[in-house]
């Protein structure tokens, strides 16, 4: 049996970050996890004010252990940015 190649070990990483970053919009907003998806809204879709918004970058930073820059902080729209900001700070 081979090793998995590197490329499928990445996919699978960003994979999990993605379902992780999910779980936390779904607590920061108060929904199901079925209802997020990655091109979920934060404000639209998921109906996070801006107080919210920034519990969820909170806790996205708490559970990866980084820190997200106001400038970031801000691009995020969607469940994909965050997750897309997390892959790229932990260079996934």
Request: charged share 25%.
């Given at each position: 049996?081979?090793?998995?190649?590197?490329?499928?070990?990445?996919?699978?990483?960003?994979?999990?970050?993605?379902?992780?970053?999910?779980?936390?919009?779904?607590?920061?907003?108060?929904?199901?996890?079925?209802?997020?998806?990655?091109?979920?809204?934060?404000?639209?879709?998921?109906?996070?004010?801006?107080?919210?918004?920034?519990?969820?970058?909170?806790?996205?930073?708490?559970?990866?252990?980084?820190?997200l820059?106001?400038e970031?902080?801000?691009?995020?729209?969607?469940?994909?940015?965050?997750?897309?900001?997390?892959?790229?700070?932990?260079?996934?």
């Amino acid at each position: 049996m081979s090793a998995p190649s590197p490329t499928s070990s990445v996919v699978v990483q960003r994979a999990e970050i993605l379902e992780r970053v999910r779980q936390l919009a779904a607590e920061s907003a108060g929904v199901a996890i079925e209802a997020v998806g990655p091109e979920s809204e934060l404000e639209r879709d998921l109906g996070m004010d801006s107080l919210t918004r920034i519990e969820f970058a909170m806790a996205v930073e708490e559970a990866y252990g980084l820190e997200l820059s106001d400038e970031v902080a801000e691009k995020i729209q969607t469940v994909a940015d965050a997750t897309a900001a997390v892959t790229a700070l932990l260079k996934v």
